[in-house]
């Protein structure tokens, strides 16, 4: 009974998480993915603590305060200010089309399904069923890291892929030791931190946050 | 305390301190500079003693709780490799001598994050830990760009976007391939918290699922093949190459280049004891292909120098993942061309400043005439060029021959056939693109003088000499510790 519903909840959550990486990809104004990702933070924020709690793993719920700490509160707030200073630049013109990349991202989940295939049939945790959902999370962080034509939207796919490996951590294995996530964390700031100060430069250099505008290094 | 718990402090406190020091002392000063580079001395020391030991029959040396740190034959060479290339840079650095190109502040930038950079290289090849392996690497890619836009122009700025933003990717990619082994390890035998410690892995190795191995290691090889630069991962390579201060790319195109292979290789060993056939031979060897291939056509085509060395770069890559595909011959091979490979980079990115700084360029058709101009720069550039592609004295040379034997003894004559074409293409090239360089007339405006006085000329001899030695023969030293990796690799 149990771990039925650990089960549904692991994959409700994760569908949710899906959904908010996909949402990206027909959302345009900058505001929009900084709230998908925000929303996405807090579903993984919470399946921490789910996955804490019937995974019987206390260090779970330490982990689910330093998630929703980073990126609930502190990474949204700092790509709000971002997007004050440079100004509120739409994704008007992804290299691929809305309907095109939802497309895409449907058979990015298939494929994400045929991936894990091995991972389902090794695991005996009742969460393994999400998985493909946590490997379909990442494709899609990629797909919207290489499909962006704006630096900060490029940001925001980065953090959703990095979203989508917590996902994979937390389902596949409750969670890699805690000092590795500690590590990760600090990393994930810290290269966050960096871009936005490049996001600065390029916005500085360049007037405009088109990653179009990057092409000067040929041959 | 014992004696390896006093060589690891030695190993990372230079360059923590080097750190500090720049942190401290606010405006930056030059004998800042010096001092950092006379302490990194010290890491260099304890990197050649943990070598010695190595060879003495030592298998490891732990240090911490958990035995977070953990120094084998292979932790010892690429710490050899990364403290020597380290030191080189600290003497060789802007801001030791009469500097114009960068002020103060910037000099202080520079001098904080190139420390914290080598302190998150040596943090790498000691970690025991693959998922502090994989931290320590990840910090690399932020403290090195944050060094490339040291002066802010257009293209430094485009370049280390491009390279923060394809390494951290590629990284995160690294990371899920981790997640994954931990997960079937997890599936196996029930969390337990040093399960990521790499003997442990190494152990468990034959008994993980081999299905999920397979993936893990297909994540592992794109994600640290991206900090490689291994084609198609490689795209970020020539643009931050040459955009980056010269001492930058003479850390990045060498030591930071060996410390992802060496992830690489860590993870090959753990997936080959579980994984049966040559399934990650043969990865290395499709991808190692691929980059021969990219990089010697488009060495053809380049038109700017330093971006030439990074092309440059991607061929050797993909040369030494050929031999790391080929058996426990080829690992050899491919571990002592990683050697001759860093002698070579450093000093070529450091020749290259002073080509810069000559002829104010950094476009190869504006470089004429180079060996009437700087006689001594232009000779040791010459001689680094022939020492890439691969011509004898110099050690690049033995450690092709010994790649290719390895190759021909593994029945791939086709494939070594078709990877000796591609090095003749690169042979050419990089001849016609030396010859533009050297000869010539000298454009006008250029007076004929070295950049450089003998003080910074000097240290450059030590790259050559280490190259030269080893084109000639093979110290029992290096072969003793080579050994002592390949028992390591075929244990």
Redesign the interface.
């Known amino acids: 009974m149990n771990t039925d519903l650990f089960a549904q909840l692991s994959a409700l959550g994760s569908s949710l998480a899906l959904l908010a990486g996909i949402a990206l990809l027909w959302r345009r104004s900058l505001d929009s993915y900084v709230q998908a990702f925000k929303w996405q933070s807090l579903v993984l924020a919470a399946m921490f603590l789910m996955v804490g709690y019937f995974g019987r793993d206390p260090e779970l719920y330490a982990m689910a305060v330093f998630f929703f700490l980073l990126k609930v509160i502190v990474i949204p707030r700092y790509l709000r200010r971002l997007q004050q200073r440079v100004g509120a630049e739409r994704e008007s013109q992804p290299y691929v089309n809305i309907a095109t990349s939802l497309i895409i991202s449907g058979l990015l989940v298939l494929l994400a399904y045929a991936v894990t295939r091995p991972l389902v049939a090794v695991s005996r945790l009742p969460t393994r069923g999400a998985l493909p959902l946590a490997m379909g999370l990442i494709f899609v962080g990629l797909f919207v890291v290489v499909t962006r034509r704006k630096a900060l939207t490029q940001v925001v796919g980065f953090l959703v892929l990095e979203n989508g490996i917590a996902l994979l951590a937390m389902l596949g294995t409750y969670g890699i030791p805690l000092i590795i996530e500690l590590g990760v964390f600090l990393d994930v700031l810290m290269a966050f931190l960096a871009m936005q100060v490049f996001v600065y430069h390029i916005h500085g250099t360049f007037e405009s946050m088109d990653v179009e505008q990057l092409n000067r290094l040929k041959h | 305390m014992a004696f390896s718990d006093i060589n690891f402090l030695l190993l990372l406190l230079p360059s923590l301190l080097g750190a500090l020091f720049a942190i401290l002392v606010r405006p930056f000063r030059a004998w800042v500079g010096w001092l950092n580079a006379f302490v990194s001395l010290l890491g260099f020391a304890a990197a050649l003693s943990f070598g010695a030991r190595a060879v003495s029959g030592i298998e490891a040396s732990v240090f911490g709780p958990g035995e977070f740190l953990r120094a084998d034959g292979l932790s010892a060479l690429l710490m050899v490799l990364v403290t020597a290339v380290a030191t080189l840079t600290l003497f060789l650095s802007p801001g030791l001598g009469p500097e114009t190109r960068y002020d103060p502040s910037q000099l202080r930038r520079y001098h904080i994050f190139i420390n914290l950079f080598i302190a998150a290289m040596l943090l790498a090849v000691v970690a025991n ?1 693959v ?2 392996m ?2 320590a690497i ?2 690399t ?2 403290f090195s ?2 060094i490339i ?1 040291l002066r ?4 430094s ?6 390279y ?2 394809i390494g ?2 590629g990284i ?2 690294a ?2 391939g981790t ?2 082994s ?3 390890f ?2 196996l035998s029930g ?1 337990v ?1 040093n ?2 410690n790499w003997p442990v892995l190494r152990a468990t190795a034959p008994l993980l ?1 081999s ?2 191995m397979r ?1 893990s290691f297909v994540f592992i090889l794109v994600g640290y093949g991206t900090k490689a630069g291994i084609a198609p991962m490689h795209t970020w390579k ?2 931050a190459y ?2 980056s201060p010269s001492s930058l790319g003479a850390l990045m195109s060498s030591a930071l280049f060996a410390v992802a292979m060496y992830a690489i290789l860590r993870w090959k060993i753990v997936v080959d004891a579980c994984v049966k056939g040559h399934f990650a031979d043969n990865l290395l060897l499709a991808l190692g292909m691929l980059s021969i291939l990219i990089g010697s056509f ?1 060495v053809v ?4 120098y330093k ?1 030439m060395l990074a092309y440059s770069s991607v061929e050797h890559a993909g040369l030494i993942c050929l031999g790391l595909g080929l058996g426990p011959l080829g690992v050899f091979a491919a571990l002592l061309h990683l050697i001759n490979h860093t002698a070579a980079k450093s000093m070529m990115f450091f020749l290259v400043r002073g080509i810069e700084l000559k002829y104010g360029s950094p476009l190869i058709k504006d470089v004429r005439g180079m060996l009437r101009v700087m006689p001594w720069t232009g000779g040791l550039f010459a001689a680094g060029i022939l020492a890439l592609i691969g011509l004898p004295p110099f050690g690049l040379f033995v450690s092709e021959f010994a790649l290719f034997r390895a190759g021909f003894a593994m029945n791939h004559p086709w494939l070594m056939g078709v990877a000796l074409a591609l090095l003749a293409v690169a042979f050419v090239s990089f001849i016609s693109q030396l010859n533009r360089m050297l000869y010539g007339s000298v454009p006008e405006g250029v007076n004929s003088a070295e950049v450089d006085g003998w003080g910074r000329m000097m240290p450059l001899f030590v790259p050559l000499s280490v190259l030269v030695v080893l084109g000639l023969t093979l110290p029992t030293s290096i072969v003793a510790l080579l050994n002592r990796i390949m028992e390591i690799v075929s244990k």
């Open positions: 830990n998922g502090l994989w931290v990840e910090a890619t932020v760009a944050l836009p802010l122009t257009k293209e700025v485009e370049a280390s976007w491009k923060i933003l951290s990717v995160a990619l990371f899920a997640v994954l931990y997960f079937d997890v599936a969390r918290e399960a990521l699922h299905e999920v993936i020539p643009d040459g955009e488009s085509l380049v038109r700017n971006r």
